[in-house]
């Protein structure tokens, strides 16, 4: 039924952002589900308040905001599934104080946190799904806070689009943003690959960041054209964003990160979805904590409200293509 949607403005959030934050977090929420509207292109804040939470600019000026646990207060999201939250703290919507139109999502995974499919995780995943031969576009923008602890686990995952099979078995991610070494990395999964690796590692990687990403806003976008043959690939753009859209705040300009051209995905798929939070299959003793916001994806550049020239145009850098495989 999600399959001819044109553009979907997913939660709650435009896209904002560009603070170097500091973030303390503690909160827990009473309010009921049945107080969250049935559609959500604003977040509307449910009465009876909500944990406290502050974000501390780079210039010492503080933010007041509400936190409201998605599992434990707000119960669901339109369109999306919750089922790989763990507990209360697993995720929440944090509403800006006197910023109707700012929204984040927080996501935080604890050591004690329950295993969830042979992993520790706080995801929500998007119910749409892309199939083999279509080009679907992404947006999102991602926080790590300055006191993210980057050696806590080697391996971090930020955000993903995974494969459904109709057998119900799963392989690897098609593609996935991950924290390796305290740097971005996104790195891709196909049919070759995964023979090649025995469904081990974290496949090909197709980028690598060379700065410390905390601290800063890293605002996305990804053009994915879906199939397991030589006609799939992956374009992808990063600028640092901005949260309160203030005179203080300009966004950076477009790079793009990502030219990719080559197989995405598995001949079987019956489709591929998309799903952010953090997620990590590695020992870990204290909390790791981010933040996403700003979620759209669409069918061109335009429905996720890309208008600028950088993504109409072909792209200056060389096609990567990796290495034959046996």
């Keep these: 039924m999600h399959r001819h949607r044109k553009c979907r403005l997913s939660l709650l959030l435009p896209m904002l952002f560009s603070l170097a934050l500091f973030v303390t977090v503690d909160a827990r929420?009473?309010?009921?589900?049945?107080?969250?509207p049935s559609a959500l292109p604003a977040f509307v804040p449910p009465p009876g308040g909500g944990g406290k939470f502050v974000l501390r600019s780079f210039d010492g000026e503080?933010?007041?905001?509400?936190?409201?646990?998605?599992?434990?207060?707000?119960?669901?999201?339109?369109?999306?599934?919750?089922?790989?939250?763990?507990d209360c703290h697993s995720a929440s919507v944090v509403d800006v104080v006197g910023w109707p139109n700012v929204g984040l999502l927080?996501?935080?995974?604890?050591?004690?946190?329950?295993?969830?499919?042979d992993g520790t995780r706080a995801e929500?995943?998007?119910?749409?799904?892309?199939?083999?031969?279509?080009?679907?576009w992404y947006r999102f923008s991602t926080l790590l806070p300055r006191n993210f602890p980057s050696d806590q686990a080697p391996g971090v995952v930020l955000a993903q689009w995974h494969e459904r099979l109709a057998s119900g078995d799963a392989l690897r991610p098609p593609l996935a943003l991950r924290l390796v070494g305290g740097k971005f990395a996104v790195t891709v999964w196909n049919a070759d690959i995964y023979r090649e690796q025995a469904g081990d590692g974290d496949g090909a990687t197709?980028?690598?960041?060379?700065v410390d990403p905390r601290g800063m806003i890293n605002e996305f976008v990804f053009r994915?054209?879906?199939?397991?043959?030589?006609?799939?690939?992956?374009?992808?753009?990063?600028?640092?964003?901005?949260?309160l859209p203030t005179p203080r705040c300009q966004a950076g300009p477009w790079q793009?990160?990502?030219?990719?051209?080559?197989?995405?995905?598995?001949?079987?798929?019956?489709?591929?979805?998309?799903?952010?939070g953090v997620y990590t299959t590695h020992h870990f003793t204290e909390r790791l904590a981010v933040y996403h916001f700003g979620y759209?994806?669409?069918?061109?550049?335009?429905?996720?409200?890309?208008?600028?020239?950088?993504?109409?145009?072909?792209?200056?850098?060389?096609?990567?293509?990796?290495?034959p495989r046996n």
């Design 296 to 323: 759209r994806s669409g069918q061109s550049a335009a429905s996720i409200g890309t208008r600028e020239a950088i993504f109409l145009q072909p792209a200056s850098e060389s096609v990567m293509h990796l290495p």
């Design 106 to 117: 927080h996501f935080a995974i604890d050591p004690n946190d329950a295993q969830i499919s």
């Design 124 to 136: 929500l995943r998007d119910l749409f799904e892309a199939h083999n031969g279509d080009e679907q």
């Design 62 to 86: 503080t933010v007041p905001t509400r936190n409201y646990s998605i599992k434990c207060a707000l119960g669901e999201l339109p369109n999306f599934s919750a089922r790989r939250l763990d």
């Design 224 to 243: 994915i054209a879906w199939n397991a043959n030589a006609t799939g690939g992956v374009t992808a753009w990063r600028r640092d964003g901005c949260l």
């Design 206 to 210: 197709v980028y690598r960041g060379d």
């Design 256 to 276: 793009q990160i990502i030219k990719y051209a080559g197989p995405i995905g598995y001949p079987q798929a019956a489709g591929y979805y998309f799903k952010f």
């Design 29 to 36: 929420s009473g309010a009921k589900s049945e107080d969250l």
